[in-house]
Every structure is written in structure tokens, then in C-alpha cells.
């Protein structure tokens, strides 16, 4: 298998993980304490990294205000969003559901923002993975969702749509950037936002125990680090419709995870989900030429 191949695995498998160290540290920590320690220590091993490498820094307020953007886009709004959305209440199916809705508003966007102009086949791939998506997730969605606080919702659609346009954003500004000293700029952005909202809202609290700084440590090496890395090296090299489409596996890998893990259950509706989900990345990975 070539290296070309194994970055979107890689990415997929590590990017699903975050699903579970989510799970586990949730009983432990405020969900945007959380996120500004992970923020902060991301930040940090950046910064290291590039100051070790002697990676090349932006020149220019408006090349660190791309990266900033970028940063809130992809970090603060988006994982806070879906933290804070699923701390109030919000049934996690639910907020997966919206959350997958995002390959689907990057290939709508990406036409007009990047001249991105996917084929039929691509299309097809887009809508099986959503339906994929979907049929993962039902068994999760037995929900009247006339119940369901519209204040988490908004939020977390608010979160999705901050990742598809921090997603194209990155596309569109980052192609000259240094990728570590970029992402430094970015997490830096993110805790910029989020710490601020965290000591406003939250009692900062980080119960010090195995579970808290287990999940911390995998967010911030595994997660930040590993997988964002993965991500900014896909959004160069390929079109974000195909970045994006990945993401439809995550709710498989997601539940798989959680049947080996946490003994939950994995019926054949799900299993079907998970071919079709895959089937529809496989024909939405497809490369775009710029104004095919």
C-alpha cells in the first residue's frame, strides 16, 4: 500500500479515536477546560517542533490572521461546539447526524470558493456516504426531537459549518504555509477563543486521575498533532470535497470501536451503513481538477 493510500487510513483511524477519549474524559473535566489544556499543549509541541526543525514563521499580520481564522474555524468552533452542544444535552446521534452533513456543504461550497468542480461519480459518492452515515447512526436516533434543546442544536450546526469553512479557508490561504508553524498559529487561535469562553462559563475543572490525563495526552499527540497534521497535508495535496468525503467514515470506525470496546451493539443495518459509507468515500475520493 503506498504512502498516498495510507494517510487517509491513518487519518480516519486516528480521528475516530476522538470520539472515545471524548467518552472518557467526559465524567472528569468542563468540556472547554478541556479543550483549552488540549489547546495550549497543542500549541506548545508545535512550536517546539518547529523551533527544533527551524521551521519558517509567517510574515506579515495577514498571514498569521489566515492561520488565526483557520484556528477558530477548525478548532474552537468546531470541537467547542460539539463538546458544549453534547454537555447540555444534546443526544450525541443527534449532533453526529449534523456533524455529517459537513462532506456534503464542502462539495456545495467548494465550487463557488475554490472552483472545485466534482463529476457525477463524486456526487454519488457524496450522497451514498450521507446515507451511510445515516444508517449508522439510526439505531442511536430513537430521539423525539421535540424534546431536544434547539440552543445545543444551533450550536452544533454552527460547529459543522465551521469546519467546512475552515476546511476551504485553509485550502484556499495555507498552500506556502510551513504545516508546523501553521498549525502552532492555528491552536493559538483556538485557545485564544476558548479559554476566555471557559473561564466565563465553566468552574475549570480537571479532576487530576488516569482517565483525565489519558485522554488530554491522546488529544493533544495523538489527535492534534497526528491527525491534524494528516488533515493539513490532505487539504494541500488533494480538493477538500475528497478531504471531506473521509469524514463520513468516521461514524463507522466510530462504532466499530465502541462494539470492541464497550460492548454496544452492532446490527446488520449498521454493518450495511458502514459498506455503503465507504463505497460512496471511494467514489467521492476521486481527484477534482480546479474548474472541471
Given amino acids: 500500500m503506498t504512502l498516498e493510500r495510507l494517510v487517509p487510513l491513518a487519518f480516519v483511524g486516528i480521528w475516530s479515536t476522538g470520539f472515545i477519549a471524548a467518552r472518557l474524559v467526559a465524567p472528569w473535566t468542563d468540556p472547554l477546560t478541556f479543550l483549552s489544556y488540549r489547546f495550549f499543549l497543542s500549541a506548545l509541541v508545535f512550536m517546539l517542533i518547529a523551533q527544533a526543525v527551524g521551521a519558517r514563521w509567517p510574515r506579515g499580520r495577514a498571514a498569521w490572521t489566515r492561520a488565526l481564522l483557520v484556528g477558530i474555524l477548525l478548532q474552537s468552533l468546531y470541537l467547542g461546539g460539539v463538546f458544549w452542544a453534547v454537555d447540555r444535552g444534546l443526544p450525541a446521534g443527534v449532533a453526529a447526524l449534523v456533524v455529517g452533513l459537513q462532506p456534503l456543504a464542502t462539495t456545495l461550497f467548494a465550487g463557488s470558493m475554490l472552483d472545485e468542480r466534482p463529476d457525477t461519480r463524486q456526487w454519488l459518492g457524496v450522497l451514498l456516504g450521507l446515507v451511510g452515515t445515516l444508517l449508522v447512526l439510526l439505531p442511536g436516533l430513537e430521539t423525539d426531537l421535540g424534546e431536544i434543546d434547539p440552543l445545543p442544536l444551533v450550536a452544533v450546526l454552527i460547529a459543522m459549518l465551521s469546519i467546512t469553512l475552515g476546511t476551504i479557508w485553509q485550502k484556499r490561504t495555507g498552500p506556502g504555509a510551513d504545516l508546523r508553524t501553521n498549525a502552532a ?34 488529544s493533544v499527540f495523538g489527535l492534534s498533532v497526528g491527525a491534524i497534521s494528516l488533515l493539513l497535508v490532505m487539504i494541500r495535496r488533494g480538493s477538500v470535497s475528497s478531504v471531506a468525503s473521509l469524514f463520513y467514515l468516521v461514524p463507522p470506525v466510530v462504532a466499530l470501536l465502541s462494539w470492541l470496546l464497550f460492548d454496544e451493539t452492532l446490527g446488520p443495518l449498521q454493518v450495511g451503513g458502514m459498506v455503503l459509507a465507504a463505497c460512496g468515500v471511494g467514489l467521492a475520493s476521486r481527484r477534482t481538477s480546479p474548474g472541471r
Avoid at 479559554?195 to 488516569?210: D, G, I, K, Y
Fill in 185 to 218: 498559529i492555528q491552536f493559538i487561535g483556538a485557545l485564544v477563543v476558548t479559554l476566555p469562553l471557559a473561564m466565563a462559563t465553566e468552574s475549570m475543572r480537571f479532576e487530576s486521575n488516569w482517565q483525565a490525563w489519558t485522554g488530554l495526552l491522546w
